[in-house]
Nanobody, 122 residues
Framework: QVQLRESGGGLVQAGGSLRLSCVASGSIFCINAMGWYRQAPGKQRELVATITRGGTTTYADSVKGRFTISRDNAKKTVYLQMNSLKPEDTAVYYC????????????????WGQGTQVTVSS
């Protein structure tokens, strides 16, 4: 069983910053891609940023230049540094890991965190 625990959400004024963290625990052989997604009220969940085990990153166009994703493989943790926040960044933010739990099959499975609320006031 794998669990993901997010932290760092909250209320911030426009232009401010927040740093989200997500740490994995449980029966883990290795973690491949890590990512952050968000879902605003009445909207579908959307990709924010991803990072591979080797450190290659991708970003949604709406957050490029403002958000930075990073990871600490030893700590099984992914971070999302969010700067210059805008009201439209308000959403529940979810982390997602692709985890290999079986050394012999090496198949990966997706695991999600429970979500953390980010609210940006204007």
């Amino acid at each position: 069983q794998v669990q993901l625990r997010e932290s760092g959400g909250g209320l911030v004024q426009a232009g401010g910053s927040l740093r989200l963290s997500c740490v994995a625990s449980g029966s883990i052989f290795c973690i491949n891609a890590m990512g952050w997604y968000r879902q605003a009220p009445g909207k579908q969940r959307e990709l924010v940023a991803t990072i591979t085990r080797g450190g290659t990153t991708t970003y949604a166009d709406s957050v490029k230049g403002r958000f930075t994703i990073s990871r600490d493989n030893a700590k099984k943790t992914v971070y999302l540094q969010m700067n210059s926040l805008k009201p439209e960044d308000t959403a529940v933010y979810y982390c997602k890991f692709l985890v290999v739990t079986d050394l012999y099959s090496l198949s990966e499975n997706p695991y999600w965190g429970q979500g953390t609320q980010v609210t940006v006031s204007s």
